[in-house]
């Protein structure tokens, strides 16, 4: 047949009865753009060779290297325009071309093993090698053998690294502090996950986080992603009521074949398998060698726990302090890399993300990486919001407030006082019914990844809706003639009974707008979530051993609330909200004590009635004076 085909076709393509159209490999003609893109598999110490993008600005010569590791695509992150440039390449998630592509950084982004273009097996929360993991890789130890191909493979580098990345990819910014390779030289974990179980992706002081089910599908169920979570419900809240329990619903999506879904119906409780992974454990006790710049979000929807956890254990090494910077600003999860001068509804008067990334990721990068003379930003940079200033400080205050403390005390007639003197005494009740759970955002809930919804703004939505139910107590403060200034990780002391055994409670600390906002009259009685979070009542005793709550018997819930940094302005009250469920975010928690509540079955949910003592209630935190930078 070839030889009977004219010439002409024969190179038009293969001789097998079609045309040869996508080439083996693509050739791609870059001698107008300005960068040069190399796809390396970069082999590690067991022989998995792992998929790295590196983009090399024409221009470099002693460049520095930003490196950056993660399980959402590194062809993904490294393609997201149609023009040659650096800059118009590194948009969206992790890139900020404001300050890797205009600093003139060579900017290499890796697969992590298991994921899209990686050799290896992923594993979700990778544990580092020890009791949990007995071979010899972990996250730390594929960055250290990267950074050792990159400095000996890229002979316009400077031969000095940093690490940088949010959320996931600020836990590998993390890891890698773990005997670190001598090159590297700065990290920036943005928003990282530290522990899965106190408070960030997984679970909140022992509440699943049940609308992190699609995610774990999505990421854990295939290599690349090409399954995606399923619903007939467009409405969340509907979905995840008619699964009954968490463990119900993700088994009748298959998940009992995804290890790391099996690990969580194993691991219910803050045990050894999760204590032995919290990052804010091990670094510590590593210590910090690297300079390293925590970023926090005030407003962080998916990880609010974690810099904040890991600033203050380290904080208390004095070997790592040297070594410890922290930035939080008004931002929900990641905000810090884009356009950031509004919080929800609310206006900042300021891009708050363009000043972090000019006046304190920057040159903060450019000292490490470039040239030892340019200043380094305040040893903690805070924005306040309420004020709307940015804040510099040498150290965050200590985490529990002893001295110059705000307490805001639950009193009579809901009311809420500050500072009191005498505490009032009344029982305020609730009934929490399973049945019908205080959703976290106006229904339909829909999912994150679809159009419309609240997700990335869901903290700063008005809790006016919450207020109105009559399973959510509010106690509200007396219209504020002066400025109430606070910082800190709010200490919530409450006292409550229930005619249950088990039983959650969720706490939200709310700056309530004057009725009338005259340069926003949207904003008039906005009820502004300022923190908030939620406790397993079975866990109020130890986090590591649950134990049923006695029927109609007062009991002591204590837990530390996100960080503020916020100043209520003199019209505006303070509110705190207390209510049993915060659905579907958090899985109904039955109030009957059973073994797992992953195996809860229909007949354990019972609605319970909450009796609050407001005299045995307060929330405690720092009182301070602004002092602007
Ligand atoms: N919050 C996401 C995540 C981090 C770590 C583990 C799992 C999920 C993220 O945004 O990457």
Redesign the pocket.
């Known amino acids: 047949l070839t030889a009977s085909m004219p010439a002409h076709a024969q190179q038009a393509g293969k001789a097998d009865g079609i045309f040869q159209d996508m080439p083996e490999k693509f050739v791609l003609k870059d001698q107008d753009f300005d960068f040069v893109r190399k796809d390396i598999m970069i082999p590690m110490r067991d022989g998995v060779k792992l998929h790295t993008v590196v983009l090399i600005p024409k221009n470099a010569h002693n460049a520095a290297i930003l490196l950056t590791r993660t399980p959402y695509n590194a062809d993904h992150m490294t393609s997201l325009a149609e023009s040659g440039t650096m800059t118009s390449v590194l948009q969206g998630y992790d890139n900020m071309p404001d300050v890797i592509a205009d600093g003139g950084y060579i900017r290499v982004i890796q697969d992590v093993r298991g994921k899209y273009g990686s050799e290896g097996r992923y594993v979700?929360n990778h544990p580092m090698r020890g009791p949990l993991n007995s071979t010899k890789v972990d996250h730390s130890t594929d960055t250290w053998d990267t950074i050792e191909w990159l400095i000996h493979n890229i002979p316009e580098s400077n031969g000095k690294v940093g690490i940088i990345g949010?959320?996931?990819d600020g836990?590998t910014a993390l890891t890698t502090l773990i005997h670190p390779h001598p090159a590297l030289k700065v990290s920036v974990p943005m928003n990282p996950?530290v522990d899965g179980w106190m408070g960030d992706?997984w679970f909140h002081n022992g509440a699943f986080r049940e609308e992190m089910l699609p995610?774990i599908y999505n990421q854990d169920a295939t290599p690349k992603n090409t399954l995606k979570w399923w619903s007939r419900d467009y409405d969340n809240y509907q979905l995840f009521l008619n699964g009954v329990s968490a463990g119900s619903i993700a088994r009748a999506h298959g998940m009992e074949q995804i290890g790391f879904f099996r690990q969580i119906l194993a691991h219910p409780a803050y045990d050894d398998w999760w204590q032995s992974q919290a990052l804010d454990r091990i670094l510590p006790k590593e210590g910090l060698t690297v300079p390293t710049l925590l970023v926090h979000s005030l407003w962080d929807q998916?990880?609010n726990y974690g810099a904040i956890a890991l600033y203050y254990a380290l904080q208390k090494v004095p070997a790592s302090q040297p070594d410890l910077w922290l930035a939080m600003g008004p931002w929900n999860?990641g905000g810090e890399i884009k356009e950031a001068s509004t919080l929800g509804p609310v206006k900042l008067r300021s891009d708050t993300g363009l000043y972090f990334r000019k006046k304190i990721l920057e040159p903060f990068l450019a000292h490490y990486l470039k040239d030892s003379s340019i200043p380094l930003p305040a040893r903690v940079t805070a924005f306040r919001t309420g004020t709307n200033e940015w804040e510099s400080m040498p150290a965050l205050s200590p985490q529990d407030c002893t001295t110059e403390c705000t307490v805001l005390q639950l009193a009579t007639h809901h009311g809420l006082t500050l500072n009191p003197t005498t505490k009032d005494a009344e029982t305020v009740q609730y009934v929490s019914d399973p049945e019908h759970p205080v959703p976290y955002v106006q229904r339909p809930v829909i999912s994150k990844n679809l159009p419309g919804s609240e997700w990335q703004w869901w903290l700063a939505s008005d809790q006016r809706n919450a207020a109105s139910r009559p399973d959510v107590a509010s106690f509200t403060s007396q219209t504020l003639t002066k400025a109430v200034s606070i910082t800190g990780q709010p200490l919530v002391h409450l006292t409550a009974s229930s005619t249950g055994t088990d039983g959650d409670f969720v706490i939200k600390l709310i700056d309530v707008y004057p009725d009338e906002v005259p340069d926003q009259p949207e904003m008039g009685g906005y009820q502004l979530m300022i923190s908030a979070d939620i406790l397993r009542g079975r866990y109020r005793n130890s986090f590591a051993h649950p134990e049923a709550i006695p029927a109609n018997t007062p009991q002591t819930y204590r837990m530390r609330l996100p960080i503020v940094h916020h100043t209520f302005l003199p019209g505006h009250k303070i509110m705190i909200q207390i209510q049993s469920s915060w659905f579907p975010l958090y899985d109904r928690n039955p109030q009957t004590y059973v073994d797992s509540i992953f195996n809860a079955t229909p007949d354990a949910y019972k609605p319970a009635t909450i009796s609050i003592d407001t005299a045995g209630s307060w929330l405690q935190v720092h009182q301070t004076s602004p002092s602007p930078l």
């Open positions: 979700m949010v959320s996931y836990y996950m992706d995610y998916e990880d999860h």
